[in-house]
């Protein structure tokens, strides 16, 4: 049997729940032998206003979605305005909505989707069970998804609910099931179950977890969306390990107190996104001046401002790189994917703890929120450690040792104390104005991040080919997506995911991108500032003679795989055509 690929939407308003819908179709699926894919996408409205599901099942393991949706339930045709831009349909494409509903959008009927509408809000009355669940079973029934492990699978996740409830969804789902649809759809095979040992999770439960499997063991932060499930899953399982999370009453005083758990001698963490991270800059660079480590995860979110807290961007590159007054050299990592972020996460907090820094890991709203159903993801092997000092009558916190890094003391060590604050200090710790002073510490500071071996995990290559595509975080599986059918076009791309974004690993993207033809940067943000980042750092030096490609738009649409493909191929179009791109 070859791949089997579907991705299919449910939308509906805030509270009906439609994410429910989605992640009981996604577990069923998965303990049928399917790699699954579950995006949540809702409106920024506090409560009510508009959400969506949208799914792909694939034999093979995925971390975005399909370029065409070819089944979608609507619940309710007035709230699909504010999703229509990110859902794309063809004549292919099966649409189930309820009678009562109202017209049928432009858009879809431009698309020539097959619609089938269906009384779902008569027989949820009728039967005094809700819409979503017959939904639920409407589509199980379409895929060919066994009802009676839905079933089983509902009772399980519903199972602090009142019995009542959990009667009328199974009620639902069965009458759903059963309902004799008049049209035909292309279900899934039935595949081993018993093949594949699945794990089940967000982007931001595995940065959770990574961060507690190497170490982390006090966090301090404010909610804000989209980080603040990951601090729910750290409230519940740092507990557990005997950590403690505090709920600061904003962003400056939860990484205040994350710099005095970590000056203590606990790794720390906290976790915002944007207009947090923009709070955290003047603590951040005391951070860096008195060399404390510690951990920040900023989940991006589209901006500026408030901007929409509940779609994804990575406009926050510039923000992390270049936010913090004075020269403040620190690191910026990323995960390059929904599974890779345990790994990446683990490797951050040991990064902090072993340089003596702040590390900003970048996420985003996809990677954060995504649920995914695929193997055991890979987790970053060892437990974090600083150099910590063994004090004597002539301890220099801020020794100007070769590697850059310096024993630090935990207070209540005999000799121990030291000053450490946010003026330019000597060795000893002392505050000192002296010119070269000064000129020592920058250069300590700076020598011992740029000094350090990161190995193989600054990031990741697949395939080879003469066309070079960089990105980081969440696009990257996109990209991954498009290289098959540009294979097929005849055109041999390489992608190139960072993990680690600063400080920027030179050597290894020179020995990446030799004999590039052509190099193209692909980013969610408005900007192109991961361009014009490795412009500044790599691309402008003497001797780089590859054509140079900007694709970088804005959320809250989120980059398909088709229309990378479209991109690459006009861009190496023109080349042979022997024209210059402007892109």
């Known amino acids: 049997m070859g791949t089997q690929d579907l991705s299919l939407v449910i939308t509906g308003p805030g509270g009906e729940g439609v994410i429910a819908a989605g992640e009981l179709l996604l577990k069923t699926a998965a303990q049928m032998g399917y790699y699954g894919l579950l995006k949540k996408s809702f409106g920024a409205q506090i409560r009510g206003g508009e959400s969506s599901a949208m799914l792909r099942f694939s034999t093979e393991s995925v971390e975005c979605l399909g370029s065409v949706f070819q089944l979608m339930l609507v619940m309710d045709w007035k709230i699909i305005t504010p999703f229509i831009d990110e859902l794309a349909f063809n ?117 959770g977890l990574g961060a507690l499997k190497a170490g982390i063991r006090f966090v301090a932060a404010y909610p804000i969306t989209p980080a603040t499930d990951l601090l729910e899953w750290l409230a519940v399982n740092l507990d557990k390990v005997g950590g403690t999370l505090v709920q600061a009453e904003d962003e400056l005083s939860s990484i205040n107190m994350i710099i005095g758990a970590s000056y203590g001698g606990v790794p720390a963490l906290t976790a915002t996104s944007g207009p947090g991270l923009s709070l955290m800059s003047e603590a951040l660079g005391l951070a860096i001046a008195s ?46 994917g929904i599974s890779d972020c345990a790994f990446t996460s683990g490797w951050s907090v040991n990064l902090a703890e072993q340089l003596q820094c702040p590390v900003i890991m970048l996420s985003d709203q996809f990677i954060g929120h995504s649920i995914v159903a695929t193997a055991k993801p890979p987790f970053f092997q060892r437990t974090a450690e600083r150099e910590t000092a063994q004090p004597d009558d002539n301890y220099q916190r801020y020794l100007n040792t070769e590697s850059g890094i310096s024993p630090m003391a935990i207070p209540g060590m005999a000799n121990g104390m030291y000053t450490a604050d946010g003026l330019t200090h000597n060795e000893q710790g ?91 940067v692909i980013e969610q943000n408005h900007g192109g500032q991961l361009f014009h980042y490795l412009a500044s750092q790599l691309f402008y030096q003497a001797g780089f003679s590859a054509k140079l490609h900007s694709f970088a738009k804005p959320g809250p649409v989120p980059f398909s795989s088709a229309e990378i493909v479209q991109f690459v191929e006009h861009a190496t179009l023109l080349n042979k055509q022997g024209e210059t791109a402007n892109d």
């Open 91 to 207: 004549k292919d494409t099966l649409i189930i909505c309820d009678q009562q509903s109202a017209e049928i959008p432009e858009a879809i009927i431009n698309s020539q989707a097959q619609v089938c509408r269906i009384p779902l809000t008569k027989l949820a009355k009728q039967l005094k069970t809700q819409i979503n669940m017959i939904g639920v079973g409407l589509l199980a029934q379409l895929l060919g998804l066994p009802v009676a492990q839905l079933a089983a699978i509902t009772k399980q996740q519903f199972q602090h609910k009142e019995v009542a409830l959990i009667d009328s969804a199974i009620t639902g789902i069965e009458t759903g099931y059963n309902y004799q649809l008049p049209v035909e759809f292309t279900a899934l095979s039935n595949l081993d179950s018993h093949t594949k040992n699945y794990w089940l999770y967000t982007g931001n439960q595995l940065i």
């Open 430 to 520: 002392h505050p000192c104005t002296l010119a070269n002073i000064q000129q020592q510490q920058l250069d300590k500071r700076q020598r011992k991040l740029l000094q350090y071996d990161y190995g193989p995990h600054w990031g990741q290559v697949d395939h080879c080919g003469d066309i070079k595509i960089i990105c980081f975080g969440s696009i990257r599986s996109i990209i991954f997506d498009a290289l098959t059918p540009l294979t097929n076009k005849g055109i041999d791309a390489s992608l190139i995911a960072l993990r680690l974004l600063a400080p920027l690993p030179i050597k290894q993207l020179q020995g990446a991108l030799s004999a590039a033809t052509h190099i193209i």
């Open 291 to 336: 060399e404390i480590p510690l951990l920040v995860v900023n989940v991006n979110r589209g901006g500026p401002s408030t901007g929409i807290p509940t779609k994804s961007e990575q406009s926050d590159l510039n923000q992390a790189l270049f936010a913090m007054h004075g020269d403040a050299p620190h690191i910026v990592t990323a995960p390059i």
